[in-house]
């Protein structure tokens, strides 16, 4: 991240697990994470953006963008997914890229949402399945 972001923010992982198997589509999983993390940028001037990745109680890998930035005001925070719905019209960004990322996680099997309780910033949570159903 630190040759793309737009921030004086310290960007850092953290997580309590040694390791987690995922399988997945890596291109798309990394095109999630790149996202959400450039937007963290793009709202967060200073601060600090943290990615964790936990294991959640229904065995799925939790991964969480949480940033001490501007936040989404709790009256956007349902539209957010919508495509070409932008929180700051003056930033940069056709309003697309949650809303494929959203596309992406459903597809993996997994769920993508803003956490309400926290307002210190913003806090984007989706969990992964540790293994892919097979398709049919």
């Not at 697309?96 to 956490?115: A, H, K, N, P, V």
């Amino acid at each position: 991240m630190e040759g793309i972001k737009q921030t004086q923010a310290e960007i850092s992982f953290e997580s309590s697990l040694p390791t987690l198997e995922i399988e997945t589509d890596t291109m798309r999983l990394h095109q999630v994470l790149i996202n959400i993390l450039v937007n963290a940028t793009k709202f967060t001037k200073e601060g600090s953006i943290v990615l964790s990745l936990e294991q959640n109680e229904r065995g799925m890998a939790q991964f969480a963008v949480t940033d001490t930035g501007c936040g989404i005001p709790p009256e956007k925070q349902g539209k957010i997914f919508e495509r070409f719905e932008r929180v700051n019209e003056k930033a940069q960004g056709a309003g697309l890229g949650l809303s494929i990322c959203q596309l992406i996680i459903t597809r993996l099997g997994g769920d993508i949402w803003i956490d309400p309780k926290y307002t210190d910033g913003c806090r984007f949570v989706f969990t992964h399945p540790l293994k892919q159903e097979e398709k049919k």
